[in-house]
């Protein structure tokens, strides 16, 4: 074997020696960042649990943890950054534009939000305790808001360029709505004795946000039936751009 092909090979098994640490790393903090979302929401509200006994509900030594984070304040941040993944995965998938109306798809993804926000206390308070990465200004449900913004105003960009209608009148609807919704759902899940079941707030929340597409969409000359399956009418309405080019 020549010199050059034994420093090829050499170089092929050290780059296979680092791809499998690194996935026996991802494993390690993948099971740690369970761990400790499956502390906290066993949790009392505001309870600080310790590395120790997160250590202890994944299998592994205490040192293995700081091995994996550079601190509490890392390991804090990255379950932040786990809980805003795993809800963002979450939402993508009721925001499925090629299943149901507009209704259909608004009530849904709400009711996404107000499931998690009432099912999991504890996640959706410490989400708002701090940043999904150190020395970050705004906190993991602000992050999350950000996130779910700038996906729908993606969403609604691509069906703008479907049917060939200028976007700019949506340009605050996806911040607008999104806050909308949140905060008022801070609201109902704080409230001791709200006036409104689950499904009915979420029903008022996706009505509420459907008047704000549909104004904006009736600027953009678009008209819109919130019940029909959106699918068929970004055909129909696609179909009718063509015709006017």
Avoid at 134 to 160: C, H, N, Q, T
Avoid at 169 to 191: H, K, R
Avoid at 210 to 226: E, K
Wanted: charged share 25%; hydrophobic share 45%.
């Amino acid at each position: 074997m020549s010199i050059t092909a034994k420093r090829s090979e050499e170089s092929r098994a050290a780059s296979g020696h680092e791809a499998r640490w690194e996935q026996h790393n991802l494993e390690r903090q993948t099971r740690i960042l369970e761990a400790a979302v499956a502390m906290l929401e066993e949790s009392p509200a505001g309870a600080d649990i310790p590395v120790q006994q997160i250590a202890t509900r994944a299998g592994l030594a205490k040192s293995v943890v700081y091995r994996q984070f550079d601190g509490r304040e890392d390991l804090d941040c990255r379950v932040r950054a786990y809980l805003v993944d795993e809800f963002s995965r979450t939402l993508d998938a009721q925001l499925d534009l090629s299943a149901g109306s507009v209704e259909e798809i608004l009530v849904r993804t709400i009711r996404a939000v107000a499931d998690w926000m009432t099912d999991h206390p504890r996640l959706n308070e410490f989400a708002r305790t701090g940043p999904i990465a150190p020395g970050a200004d705004i906190d993991a449900v602000s992050s999350l808001k950000m996130r779910m913004s700038d996906r729908a105003r993606e969403l609604i960009s691509s069906i703008a360029a479907l049917i060939d209608v200028d976007d700019s009148a949506f340009d605050a609807v996806p911040f607008a709505v999104v806050t909308m919704v949140e905060g008022t759902l801070t609201q109902w899940v704080g409230d001791p004795e709200p006036t409104r079941d689950r499904s009915e707030i979420v029903a008022d929340l996706a009505r509420l946000a459907w008047y704000v597409l549909d104004g904006a969409a009736r600027s953009a000359g678009v008209t819109v039936d919130p019940t029909a399956e959106l699918s068929a009418v970004i055909a129909q309405l696609s179909g009718q751009a063509a015709c006017r080019a």
